[in-house]
């Protein structure tokens, strides 16, 4: 793909991340409402089962279980693996901290994209980008503050999970030129499911009630529409072009949290995050500034 024609289809990309931005925001609400009542396995347990049955009931749309076929087995492996820790990683930070606070360290991956889609995508990334890269992360250090007692366990698997997830985003654009969005999506949901059934403890099962059967199959819905969504943005554009417009779910996300847990971050938090979007934007303008050169 020339660079002509990847800036083509930028709005179009832009849209369908948009759509995974969404939902991902509306997978997380439930999430977070969800883990205060039941364990994390039996979440992603649940959450995983319903969303496989739901794309395979929506395979025919998608070039049907043919679709499913690939060559690429390695890959689709590896991507699970990175699934695994990004899903188990970031619900368990989000279970244990303020939803604002959980969103802005996860979304320190567009950042690691850009890292990462210079090393192995060998894209070309200048010192202003590598600047802002920089800069972005001691928007992180803000946040965390080490020594101040804010570093825990829980932050470091958000961070773990931050890098899996763009991990997975930079194999997806990999992978972009032979397998389908159906494909793509549904191996990623194979391994974190497999991990719950394997560690899921009988005793721990709590029966979900209607309450929390309506929380699972939206929070399964919701997750439906982010796989596709960030499928088919990063499938088309560089990670490094899309990837801060998924900051908008912090907005998205600070907003829920105050009016639905009350939760209201300090100034470190807010300061932290500002830099970090302020760093993925200047890291986009600038890519398109050396797109618009060549």
Not at 118 to 147: C, D, N, Q, Y
């Amino acid at each position: 793909m020339s660079p002509l024609d990847e800036q083509e289809n930028v709005p179009r990309a832009a849209a369908w991340l948009v759509l995974g931005v969404v939902g991902g925001l509306g997978l997380d609400l439930c999430a977070k409402q969800i883990l205060q009542t039941y364990s994390l396995v039996q979440f992603v347990l649940l959450r995983s089962g319903i969303a496989m049955f739901i794309m395979l009931a929506i395979a025919p749309r998608f070039g049907g279980i043919e679709a499913l076929r690939t060559k690429e087995i390695g890959w689709h492996f590896l991507r699970t693996l990175f699934a695994i820790g990004a899903m188990y990683g970031f619900f368990y930070g989000l279970a244990r901290m303020p939803l604002v606070n959980a969103l802005t360290l996860g979304y320190t991956a567009p950042l690691i994209m850009t890292v990462l889609a210079s090393i192995f995508l060998k894209e070309t990334i200048g010192w202003r980008r590598w600047a802002a890269v920089t800069v972005g992360f001691v928007g992180v250090l803000m946040i965390l503050r080490p020594g101040s007692g804010e570093f825990s366990f829980a932050a470091a698997a958000v961070l773990i999970a931050a890098f899996c997830y763009a991990c997975q985003a930079i194999t997806a654009r990999r992978l972009s030129g032979t397998e389908s969005t159906l494909a793509l999506s549904f191996y990623v949901v194979v391994g974190p499911l497999v991990v719950a059934l394997a560690v899921m403890d009988a005793q721990t099962w709590l029966s979900p009630d209607l309450a929390g059967w309506t929380l699972l199959c939206v929070a399964a819905v919701a997750s439906i529409f982010a796989w596709v969504g960030f499928v088919n943005g990063y499938r088309a554009v560089s990670p490094a072009t899309l990837a801060p417009l998924e900051y908008i779910a912090l907005v998205g996300g600070a907003v829920a949290g105050f009016l639905i847990w009350d939760e209201v971050p300090d100034n470190w938090v807010v300061f932290g995050a500002l830099i970090i979007i302020g760093s993925g934007i200047f890291v986009v303008y600038r890519g398109e500034a050396k797109k618009a050169e060549v």
